[in-house]
């Protein structure tokens, strides 16, 4: 181990917004080498500075090659990437001699070991979240690093319904319970920060160095806020109030029952619905980790963020006609 920050870092996914926040944040410390592995004949466009490697998942010797010589790994698979990719990049990762990787497991610290936590939902993401770690440690040789974030506020904020409960450009709010209980979230540029500021420290030695958050997980985050915040939040940037919403309210547990029927139908939004109605629901103790369990925010140097400028950030992704599943 090097007293000195790793040097070679690549990125799969850094198309997208959490790995090219990722690649970004990186690329502006000047310490590293940023090298995106992307598929074969794919137009994506990626951020400026990065050295890219076109790759075929399917073929692992060049997927091997292609990774040789990095030090670190960091996998941001889109949520619609096939079944047994994940497996595939970490087990070449370990053949290529990879000394960390960061799994594609971007979420909810204590859902990965609360026993409490039984509903259908949570275990599916916690089963889904200790199978991607579980897909380094079999590689036999990298240590995992595995960065909570909670859910990534634009993202969830702009996407629909199902998942924080808004449709922003009809001006409505389905208010899980009252609305008003908090979770921890995450901005993508703050996971971009935190990636960023981790991998600036030295490998080793003194505190704070990478090799403290070997096999562990690394908390983050921008706020804790509830839907009630949201909305106001909402309403400082449109100069709109709640008679200019349609706001209705249901029961947690009922989105949670409902999601995992439609699950079950193969609609993967039921997905989105159980698994969000699962963190907002009473006594869930993942919902606002910040409190509860604390973060590295300070240890990483992160700034405080202006809750109104990502809302406002997010408004505009929505009138733009922005699509997350295009991605």
Known sequence: MSTKPLERVAIIGASGRIGGAFAEELLKTGKHTVTALKRKGSDSKLPDGVKVVEVDYDDEAALVEALKGQQFLAVTLSVRAPDGVHTKICAAAGKAGVPYVMP???GYPALLRDPALLRDPADTYRKRVL???????N???SAWINLACGFWYEWSLATGEQWFGF???ERKVTFFD??????TVSTWD????AFAALLSLPESGASPSLADFKNKTVNISSWSVSQRDMLDSLHRVLGTTDAD??????????????????LSKGDFKGFAKSLYGGVFAPGNPASDYARTHGTSNEVLGLPKEDLD???EKTVDMVESGWNPFAL
């Open 139 to 141: 590689n036999g040789f």
């Open 190 to 193: 703050q996971c971009g920060r």
């Open 167 to 169: 449709t922003i450009k």
């Open 178 to 183: 009252d609305g008003k209980r908090p979770i």
């Open 309 to 311: 400028a990502a809302t």
């Open 245 to 262: 919403w349609e706001i209705t309210y249901e029961p947690t547990a009922k989105r949670i029952q409902e999601g995992v029927a439609e």
């Open 131 to 137: 199978d991607r770690l579980q897909d380094v440690e």
């Open 104 to 106: 594609n497991t971007y």
